[in-house]
């Protein structure tokens, strides 16, 4: 019923979707304040649906279905800390919009400029948390895979990037404060994962993530076994699965929001394995399941 329902991308699927997203926003707000920035929060994760499903949608990194975005909302559900509008929101937001830029180079169209504006990207994310830095990597690999790697992209993505960073250092030093620009360099390589220990996060986590390693091992020789785009792309999912998990692992005062830089990858990841089961009433069964512990992990 949910896999035939989620199985084909239309209107009203988004409609439900956000549905569910209100019922997991609602029950966040029974351990906090209702307040003026309630409005604010859903406006602000309606861009974040818009420019992830973009993303989704534009570059096929799943087949013609709503798998990816239903679980994009299930993992806020599991992680209801992440429906939250602070750093790391707009970080996440920014590396989303960095992240177009990576996953359209496999058009051949204006590739100057979407690395130029991939480095952009990356430099407002950088200047909201450094460690994003670190996705410039994912940038260098597709560039590489999708055969553009000459000394002018090399050279473009860091002309973008110093661009942003140039002219932060301008505003410090004008306003006599260059230590504030300065600590965006310090970077503090200790792994504090004691929140991550909590009930309320371990569980998710394991749950999620056995089900994540599941389906790369399972993907994986599948997809390098054949010659396509989607090879290119699933490469550069699984990388930057690896990155986002580095990059949670490094930031250091943890509340549980910055997880949801991982939500992107997971999210196709999952999406992907649903796709494995040709029959559907096992599908049902796993969306179920989904469902019912993101809901119960709300009352943990």
Same mark, same amino acid.
């Given at each position: 019923?949910?896999?035939n329902?989620?199985?084909k991308?239309?209107?009203?699927? %988004?409609i439900?979707?956000?549905?569910?997203?209100l $019922?997991?926003f609602s029950l966040?707000?029974?351990?906090?304040e209702l307040?003026?920035?309630?409005?604010?929060?859903?406006?602000? +994760?309606i *861009?974040? %649906? @818009?420019?992830f499903?973009?993303i989704?949608?534009?570059?096929?990194?799943?087949f013609?279905?709503?798998?990816?975005f239903?679980?994009? #909302?299930?993992?806020l559900?599991f992680?209801?800390?992440t429906?939250?509008? &602070?750093n790391?929101? !707009? @970080?996440?937001?920014?590396?989303?919009?960095?992240?177009?830029?990576?996953?359209s180079?496999?058009?051949?169209?204006?590739?100057?400029?979407k690395?130029?504006?991939g480095?952009?990207?990356l430099? *407002?994310? +950088?200047? #909201?948390e450094?460690?994003?830095?670190l996705?410039?990597?994912?940038?260098?690999?597709?560039?590489?895979?999708h055969?553009?790697?000459?000394?002018q992209?090399?050279?473009?993505p860091?002309?973008?990037?110093?661009s942003?960073?140039?002219?932060?250092?301008?505003y /410090?030093?004008? !306003?006599?404060?260059?230590?504030?620009?300065?600590?965006?360099?310090?970077?503090n390589?200790?792994?504090d994962?004691?929140l991550y220990?909590?009930?309320?996060?371990l569980?998710? #986590?394991? %749950?999620?993530?056995?089900?994540?390693?599941?389906?790369?091992?399972?993907k994986?020789p599948?997809?390098?076994?054949?010659l396509?785009?989607f090879r290119k792309?699933?490469?550069? $999912?699984? $990388?930057q699965?690896i990155?986002?998990?580095?990059?949670?692992?490094?930031i250091?005062?943890?509340?549980?929001?910055?997880?949801?830089?991982?939500?992107?990858?997971? @999210? $196709?990841?999952?999406a &992907?394995g649903?796709?494995f %089961?040709?029959?559907?009433?096992?599908?049902?069964?796993?969306l179920?399941?989904?469902?019912? /512990?993101?809901?119960a992990?709300?009352?943990?």
């Amino acid at each position: 019923m949910l896999a035939n329902f989620f199985g084909k991308s239309k209107p009203v699927n %988004f409609i439900v979707l956000f549905a569910l997203f209100l $019922i997991y926003f609602s029950l966040g707000l029974f351990f906090k304040e209702l307040s003026l920035n309630t409005l604010k929060e859903l406006l602000w +994760f309606i *861009v974040l %649906f @818009a420019v992830f499903n973009f993303i989704i949608a534009k570059n096929k990194l799943t087949f013609d279905n709503s798998f990816a975005f239903l679980f994009f #909302i299930i993992l806020l559900g599991f992680f209801p800390d992440t429906i939250n509008i &602070n750093n790391n929101f !707009y @970080a996440s937001l920014t590396v989303l919009l960095f992240l177009r830029k990576v996953y359209s180079l496999q058009s051949q169209k204006k590739t100057f400029h979407k690395l130029f504006d991939g480095g952009l990207w990356l430099g *407002v994310s +950088f200047l #909201i948390e450094p460690y994003t830095a670190l996705f410039a990597v994912l940038l260098y690999i597709s560039i590489y895979l999708h055969q553009h790697l000459t000394y002018q992209t090399i050279l473009i993505p860091i002309i973008g990037f110093g661009s942003v960073v140039f002219l932060f250092f301008t505003y /410090c030093f004008w !306003y006599e404060n260059t230590a504030l620009f300065y600590t965006l360099f310090n970077w503090n390589f200790s792994y504090d994962i004691y929140l991550y220990l909590n009930t309320n996060y371990l569980f998710p #986590i394991v %749950f999620i993530g056995v089900f994540v390693l599941f389906t790369i091992f399972l993907k994986t020789p599948k997809v390098l076994a054949i010659l396509n785009t989607f090879r290119k792309n699933w490469i550069l $999912i699984v $990388i930057q699965l690896i990155i986002s998990s580095s990059v949670i692992l490094l930031i250091n005062d943890k509340t549980g929001s910055e997880l949801l830089f991982l939500f992107f990858p997971t @999210a $196709i990841v999952l999406a &992907n394995g649903l796709e494995f %089961f040709q029959k559907k009433w096992f599908a049902d069964i796993i969306l179920i399941v989904f469902l019912i /512990c993101s809901i119960a992990t709300n009352f943990m």
